[in-house]
């Protein structure tokens, strides 16, 4: 069976190249455009890892991880930020709230990929 991924982004053609990437090294992927439509989606669907963009409307990525850490059934699950915000202080606000890692935008496909084996195991 696939594994699942749920990735978080306002930005379409971020989403579509996460989605693309993802999905030609064989991994089934779930888009939201945003912290409120991922709250919506993980409560319909199992997924083994996130995917999150930081800045975003009406849920942002650290409202998200927060929510999410405080559910009991993905409170173990993976989240990635993945962002344009490099600063220390937001990768602590990130580390803080449950984010399991970060990579700044922009970044390589083979290292999404690279990552998500990684902590998928597969």
Request: no cysteine; net charge positive.
């Given at each position: 069976?696939?594994?699942?991924?749920?990735?978080?982004?306002?930005?379409?053609?971020v989403r579509q190249m996460i989605r693309f990437t993802l999905e030609d090294a064989?991994?089934?992927v779930i888009e939201a455009t945003d912290g409120r439509d991922a709250i919506t989606?993980?409560?319909?669907?199992?997924?083994?890892?996130?995917?999150?963009?930081?800045n975003m409307p009406f849920v942002d990525g650290i409202?998200?991880?927060?929510?999410?850490?405080?559910?009991?059934a993905n409170k173990f699950l993976p989240i990635?930020?993945?962002?344009?915000?490099?600063?220390?202080?937001?990768?602590?606000?990130?580390?803080?709230a449950g984010a399991t890692g970060w990579i700044v935008k922009p970044f390589?496909?083979?290292?999404?990929?690279?990552?998500?084996k990684k902590i998928l195991g597969s």
């Open positions: 069976m696939k594994k699942v991924i749920l990735t978080v982004d306002d930005s379409a053609s064989g991994y089934s989606k993980l409560e319909s669907n199992i997924v083994n890892l996130v995917f999150t963009d930081l409202q998200l991880i927060k929510h999410i850490r405080s559910s009991t990635i930020m993945i962002t344009t915000e490099s600063q220390n202080d937001k990768k602590m606000q990130g580390k803080q390589r496909p083979e290292q999404l990929v690279e990552v998500t």
